[in-house]
């Protein structure tokens, strides 16, 4: 059915089992797909934002790096 070729009737007869039974393993598979995938994109998110808050905090922490270098630079070509 959903990788198969063969129609639902023919897999229930080949197996002995209810083609109804089919169709209900079948939504259930989806719904279990449907739901990982739900969580996969939740903790994309949550994995974005950390990053997102690490990149923020590195920023600021190079912005304070380049003043402090810009004046000791400054320091630095005044004794000339």
Same mark, same amino acid.
């Given at each position: &059915?959903? &990788?198969?070729?063969? $129609? ?18 079948? $939504? &259930?598979?989806? &719904? !279990?797909?449907?739901?990982? =995938?739900?969580?996969?994109? $939740?903790?994309?998110? @949550?994995?974005? /934002? /950390?990053?997102? @808050? ?9 912005? =304070? ?5 810009? !004046? ?9």
């Amino acid at each position: &059915m959903l &990788m198969s070729v063969r $129609s639902a009737r023919e897999l229930s007869q080949s197996f002995g089992i209810a083609e109804n039974l089919l169709y209900r393993w079948k $939504s &259930m598979a989806t &719904m !279990k797909t449907k739901a990982k =995938t739900g969580d996969s994109e $939740s903790s994309k998110c @949550a994995k974005l /934002a /950390a990053e997102n @808050a690490r990149l923020r905090a590195e920023n600021e922490r190079l912005k =304070t790096d380049r003043e402090i270098l810009k !004046k000791g630079l400054g320091l630095l070509s005044k004794s000339d």
